[in-house]
């Protein structure tokens, strides 16, 4: 799950090659997100995935780690 968050990010965002994203990487302090990116990123999950993120949960995802977390919960 980490693998294919991080890759949706490293091509969404244009992460820099050679660029670390762990699970405690921040999406908007590290990797430069903004809420566009982010809506952006959750649509291709939910698309993905096949299920619907909540805006409550939009507002708690402050880290990769966070996203991977709340997508096994779900």
Same mark, same amino acid.
């Given at each position: 799950?980490?693998? !294919?968050?991080? @890759?949706?990010? +490293?091509?969404?965002?244009?992460?820099?090659? =050679?660029?670390?994203?762990?699970?405690?990487?921040? +999406?908007?302090?590290? *990797? =430069?997100? !903004?809420?566009?990116? +982010?809506?952006?990123?959750?649509m291709t999950l939910e698309e993905q995935r096949g299920i619907t993120i909540?805006?409550?949960? *939009? @507002?708690?995802?402050?880290?990769? =780690?966070? +996203?991977?977390?709340?997508?096994?919960?779900?």
């Amino acid at each position: 799950m980490f693998e !294919d968050v991080k @890759a949706i990010l +490293i091509e969404q965002l244009h992460v820099k090659e =050679g660029t670390a994203v762990t699970p405690e990487t921040r +999406i908007k302090e590290d *990797l =430069g997100a !903004d809420s566009l990116d +982010i809506l952006q990123l959750l649509m291709t999950l939910e698309e993905q995935r096949g299920i619907t993120i909540p805006d409550e949960a *939009l @507002a708690t995802f402050e880290t990769v =780690g966070d +996203i991977v977390e709340y997508l096994e919960k779900h």
